[in-house]
């Protein structure tokens, strides 16, 4: 885990070089240092920040820089982590914070300071390979497919798209959009694609505790370990008389 300062350590406005102007809006929609703080972190990991700067507000550009620069916004989670928060969220409707760490919406900037990731990249390696092999088996439209990797990017490499962007592409309209993403998503819930990489809950580890040792016990009866052996004998056997 990469550490970064906390929120609470930023006490005035000239540890930031912004201007008064800047300031002034920051303060007026985010209300106080931490909210701007936090405010700033998650416009790192947002695809606003991908829209023309026309759209997006000059402050919240200079803000995650001068958050960079000042050692507030950790550099070893990306946009990643919390794509597959909302892909997740998305297709089993898990609310937070059965998504932790995954979802950006969960995290205050206490969470966010020191949160451990760790299975970040194996995770996001997972399920790509996994939306690769549902792809191979022809699963997804070719629609489909970008609407999913566009709206929820889970290579560094991909550029987060909006649904208006993919429909310029396809020469589409934003509704068809919308529904390959709801195709796409009701497949992954379907074909059970993606990979279990949210930790169950303290019931679901509870009841998995009772089962393994259930079963454990099982295999101990004289009778269970018997069948097993003749079964191997069976198996080993070659050219039986009847099937």
Same mark, same amino acid.
């Given at each position: 885990?990469e550490?970064?300062?906390k ?12 201007s ?5 809006y920051?303060?007026?929609k ?19 920040r ?6 997006v507000p ?5 803000l995650?820089?001068q958050?960079k620069l ?9 946009g ?8 997740y969220?998305?297709v ?8 932790f760490p995954?979802?950006?919406?969960c995290?205050d ?9 760790p ?5 996001? #390696?997972?399920?790509s390979d996994?939306?690769? +092999?549902?792809?191979?088996?022809d @699963?997804? %439209?070719? !629609? ?12 560094p ?7 208006r962007?993919?429909a ?9 959009v ?10 992954l ?7 279990? #990489? ?6 679901? +580890?509870c009841?998995l505790?009772? @089962?393994? %040792?259930? !079963? ?7 009778i269970i ?18 099937d």
């Open positions: 885990m550490k970064c300062k929120a609470a350590e930023l006490k005035s406005t000239s540890d930031l070089k912004l008064k102007h800047q300031w002034s920051l303060f007026k985010y209300t106080d240092l931490p909210g701007i703080v936090y405010a700033g972190r998650k416009f790192a990991y947002n695809p606003m991908e829209l023309p700067a026309s759209q000059l402050a919240l550009y200079e995650e820089r958050l000042n050692g507030y916004i950790r550099s070893d989670i990306n990643c982590t919390f794509a597959i928060g909302a892909l969220k998305k089993y409707g898990l609310e937070c914070p059965e998504l995954y979802s950006f919406d995290l900037n206490e969470s966010y300071e020191t949160f451990e990731n299975r970040d990249e194996g995770a996001r #390696i997972r399920i996994a939306i690769r +092999k549902a792809d191979r088996k @699963i997804f %439209t070719v !629609l489909e497919h970008e609407a999913l990797i566009g709206l929820f990017p889970l290579w490499e991909v550029r987060r798209k909006t649904y962007e993919i310029k592409d396809f020469s589409c309209t934003i509704e068809s919308r529904a390959a993403e709801c195709r796409a998503i009701q497949k819930r379907q074909y059970a694609t993606l990979p279990a #990489i949210i930790p169950p809950n303290e019931d679901q +580890k009841e505790i009772k @089962i393994v %040792t259930r !079963l454990k016990e099982i295999c101990k009866d004289p370990k018997e069948r097993d052996i003749l079964v191997g004998k069976l198996m080993s056997m070659k050219n039986l008389p009847f």
